[in-house]
């Protein structure tokens, strides 16, 4: 029910079901009144309201081994095709998915929009939403009640045309085991690798620019860091560790990550990033970790919000720490910290509500410093409500 | 059933059905052979067929009192996002509603296109939806048989992008009060105020420009009335009056609209616009009214179209009568008046077909004149021509 | 179950349901290190992984005689719609259909890319798809149990806007009869004609070019025959003939088609085009034939794919000849033949995959020629995988 309802065959061979999500953000930033450290020009954070993801799904099941996703988001009044798949379940144990599918790579990737705790991904992600998001490709998985191992090789993202030249291409490879995974109790290790090669151009065929960076909203067009477009880039390689813990109403997670880049030309870079997150629901429900996956799911309440039996649902409390470094050689990304608090409202299994507040400090050497003098922009706020709804 | 199958929980707490639009269109223009008044380039309509929508929308209720709409349009091969929002039902007479909606003001404005009974809205339009359509925002409603009150506050319109500054945003409050609504009798009072703000740049972020103005048709590019783009763009407020009759078979209903713009560097602008329409059923069916949101909606046949039974479905003749003034300091918009005429089938719940006529008279002092004169662009004909499915 | 899981009302007067395909590519190109003739600059074929075709389809009848569908493509992040049309069975011999709707032109077109035993089109669809796809029409068809007559009118494809001219428009005409057509018997003759014409500026008011040329894959971006833009274009007719036959396992299907443009201002042209393709299911599977439409449909496998029962669904090899001559007066668009080999394997009614290759050869006169040289750009070869989920 909670997944949206199931058209089935009477066998249970064949089921249809649709999919839908709705982020509703609001955003407002403070000190934000910067400018660009190269020539001097205004640069400040766009805040107000935005449809952040509407998506649209059709998922099911046909001849009882296999099964498809048909996924697509119009945020922004564009498409965005996501997950686009179909899967074969050769054995219990054993799935092949080909189609448009994220990379093997960080448990923080792998884990849905729905599902995590804060209203944006870590600063981790500068480093792998650039390269290393959804690709087409073939997915071979292998996983038991508390392991998997998922192994792929991709083509380029979706893009609407190619720029003259072949695609480049990639894999990603991810491991994860739990030796404690009981209900309430959780010890979850794992670690990825990923690469990408660029075309014979050094450039990337779906028209991306090859750089790292992080905006501070989907929105917001602001980067307190940015590589800049990587001249001569040629691969990308990047690898990862996690862990992560859960006990009752307690959970935390981190993840390291290191990305390598080799140029045509020029010295070849590395990158850091990492994150530590608290999570704490003040209702006292654990969170849902699935093994198979080696990730966190979306947080049940206990009791649904309903007023007339004054249920309130389940309130979670977040705390999280990341940290981003893109200097290296002749590429000034700047290196940040950032300190994010939430408080999340679960009002049923398909509606929870996200009060977010984030500062990003020891702002360094970026490309961004404060409006009319040369001070670095440091300090600045983000302020971030979201209404979320799920199927 | 008649819009679209619905699935069920067994206890109905929750439910998802899937709704689809299709207005396939024809249109043709005469009297059109116009240039501009500016610097004498040719202007003439461009006639012929479009889909001029086509709508998926997945709307459904989970946990008894939550309930979703995701509604897209994809006419012209471009994604515009409609109703995407969670509406909460605090109590039978209570509302909340958060997501990309109308700005609560005026009928019209608030009436379906799949149940108004001309094929474009009136030339009020001009100054409602370049600035009240559909935002994000919030809105609470309160309602009972035959009133509502509905008041929101709006963020902007869905866009692709920022563009450099902070959004603008509004709010739209809207009332209506229906002193006779029993079966084929009604009189409707309604009174809608709204207002928007520009942002820092004195402009939309959404990045549609600060204009009023009206589109013979949506594929026309042709605009007898129009502002301009207008400078110093500040703020607009709306005010608009309705009124609504029924009396069996026929029906009238009217507004009054006004816009007052203040400007940066500029003296404030007032421009006026309203409408009066009639409509009469040939075949004798009342339309119908839905007191709880103080609109009419779809007419439905007493007898659906069916040749084997010799059933013709619903007739319908329509008239409008309607007049826009853009003409205010030194903003040469133009007036014009309007007549239309419309006859429109309606085969059954899910199917009509509209023909209708227009002509715009008394066009003055406009962007655009006749052809190879100085004389004023009147008489303006077109043509229409539309299928219209709706689930 | 085949179509997707239907949704209906009791009586079966309204019924509901959702389709969907995925057809995702990779695709190989060789010998395709090229120049343009006119001046040099390198030509060469992008190859890599795509999302051929992503599709949603809503279908649904509604008032025991109506139906309606739905459907648009997200394919390339991009919304393509296709057909989105309303259709009322007056009698169970005559159908009248509202909306984009494909041409009733050239068997080929009418097939859907779900059911062509090919990765793409013959090269036959360089005079076919450029002006005779989809647009905004009625067709009128009458129908038996092994022949159908269908004709229509139409307006211009779906476009985002005009561009300041009334639209062209055209028809189409087909009519196809089976004297034989059993149980894996067939005997198709089909002829069918069409006419397309521009608008008053010499061009398409949906923004397309008027040309006719062929594309290598969907992504390529290699045009081997290319006529480039048709000054003065005027209006195209599209005469075709179409020969099948089925015995048993084996099938072939040929079809002659034939493009005569008149110019304003320049002699009229004639191009040519044609295919002969033969299909044998090496499993033994007849294939669907439909004789009211007239034209193949997906083949179902005897036994679907199940590794628990050692059952490998059905295979097919298939063979096409293809030419196109696209030389006429000043136009050089140039000629080429093909030759091309399918191995398919279907491993339920929803789920196939293609394995193509195909080699253009005696490529004369066209607008790509050999890097370095003046040779002629002889020999490209393409190989191509596709993986297609259709509901």
């Known amino acids: 029910v909670n997944k949206g309802l199931v058209v089935s065959s009477e066998n249970g061979d064949f089921t249809m079901n649709l999919g839908g999500r709705i982020h509703a953000d609001s955003t407002t930033h403070m000190n934000d009144d910067l400018q660009k450290r190269s020539n001097g020009d205004p640069a400040q954070a766009v805040s107000g309201t935005e449809l952040r993801r509407v998506r649209l799904a059709l998922r099911g099941k046909f001849n009882r081994d296999f099964s498809y996703n048909?996924?697509?988001?119009?945020g922004g009044n564009s498409v965005s095709l996501k997950d686009v798949l179909v899967a074969y379940d050769a054995t219990p144990n054993l799935e092949i998915t080909v189609g448009n599918q994220k990379h093997s790579v960080s448990m923080?990737?792998?884990?849905?929009?729905n599902d995590i705790m804060f209203n944006e991904r870590s600063l981790l992600s500068a480093l792998t939403l650039p390269h290393f998001d959804r690709a087409m490709g073939i997915n071979v998985k292998t996983m038991g009640q508390n392991w998997s191992l998922k192994g792929g090789v991709y083509g380029d993202a979706v893009s609407a045309s190619g720029n003259g030249a072949d695609e480049g291409g990639g894999f990603g490879v991810r491991a994860t085991f739990a030796p404690i995974n009981e209900s309430g109790q959780l010890l979850h290790l794992g670690a990825s690798l990923g690469l990408r090669k660029a075309n014979d151009n050094n450039s990337l065929s779906n028209g991306k620019t090859p750089r790292l960076r992080y905006e501070t909203t989907n929105m917001s067009d602001l980067y307190l860091s940015d590589t800049g477009s990587i001249a001569g880039f040629e691969e990308?390689?990047?690898?990862?560790?996690?862990?992560?813990?859960m006990h009752g109403r307690f959970s935390a997670q981190a993840e390291l990550g290191q990305a390598d880049i080799q140029r045509d030309g020029g010295s070849d870079l590395r990158f850091n990033a990492h994150y530590l997150q608290l999570g704490w629901t003040l209702t006292g429900e654990a969170r849902n970790y699935k093994g198979s996956d080696g990730e966190f799911k979306m947080l049940k309440p206990r009791n649904n919000f309903d007023l007339s039996q004054n249920h309130w649902g389940a309130w979670e409390l977040a705390l999280r720490l990341d940290e981003v470094d893109l200097e290296d050689a002749d590429i000034q990304g700047g290196s940040q910290q950032r300190v994010s608090l939430n408080l999340n409202w679960y009002l049923n299994a398909n509606l929870r509500?996200?009060?977010?507040?984030?500062?990003?400090?020891?702002?360094?050497?970026?490309?961004?410093?404060?409006?009319?003098?040369?001070?670095?922009?440091?300090?600045?706020?983000?302020?971030?409500?979201?209404?979320?709804?799920?199927l």
């Open 70 to 74: 048909i996924e697509a988001d119009w």
């Open 108 to 113: 923080e990737v792998e884990e849905s929009s």
């Open 236 to 245: 990308i390689q990047l690898s990862g560790l996690e862990l992560a813990a």
């Open 353 to 390: 509500i996200l009060f977010g507040y984030s500062r990003a400090y020891e702002v360094e050497s970026g490309p961004l410093i404060q409006n009319g003098g040369s001070e670095e922009a440091d300090n600045v706020d983000v302020v971030a409500f979201r209404a979320q709804m799920a």
